[in-house]
């Protein structure tokens, strides 16, 4: 497994934006995929964006295309998450995840495919 630190959340407001971050540890990290998730209170954990090994494979969820932007630089072992153009609906508690396949060809959305998990960083976005 891979240890991961999330960092860059915080309060925005509306149209506002916030760059996450997750840096990683303990496993090779430009051999496997990594993903974002979010957690708002009272909701399941739902996919955000995930980014294959390579970087040149990417996938959004639908809520978020056209305003997030995954990037990984795999010579930091970090893996970002852009967010622009924030709605109060973005609120929650960001989670970044490594894929547990390695070479994986594209990306995934299942959180079970995931077998690494960062602590989380609270997103807060006011109207």
């Known amino acids: 497994q891979v240890q991961l630190v999330e960092s860059g959340g915080g309060l925005v407001q509306a149209g506002g934006s916030l760059r996450l971050s997750c840096a990683a540890s303990?496993?090779?990290?430009?051999?496997?995929?990594m993903g974002w998730f979010r957690q708002a209170p009272g909701k399941e954990r739902e996919f955000v964006a995930a980014?294959?090994?390579?970087?040149?494979?990417?996938s959004y969820a639908d809520s978020v295309k056209g305003r997030f932007t995954i990037s990984r630089d795999n010579a930091k072992n970090t893996v970002y998450l852009q967010m622009n153009s924030l709605k109060p609906g973005d609120t929650a508690v960001y989670y970044c995840?490594?894929?547990?396949?390695?070479?994986?060809?594209?990306?995934?959305?299942?959180?079970?495919?995931?077998?690494?998990w960062g602590q989380g960083t609270q997103v807060t976005v006011s109207s």
């Open positions: 303990g496993r090779t990290f430009n051999r496997y995929g």
């Open positions: 980014i294959s090994w390579t970087g040149s494979r990417i």
């Open positions: 995840a490594a894929d547990s396949e390695l070479f994986r060809s594209g990306t995934t959305t299942y959180p079970k495919q995931y077998d690494s």
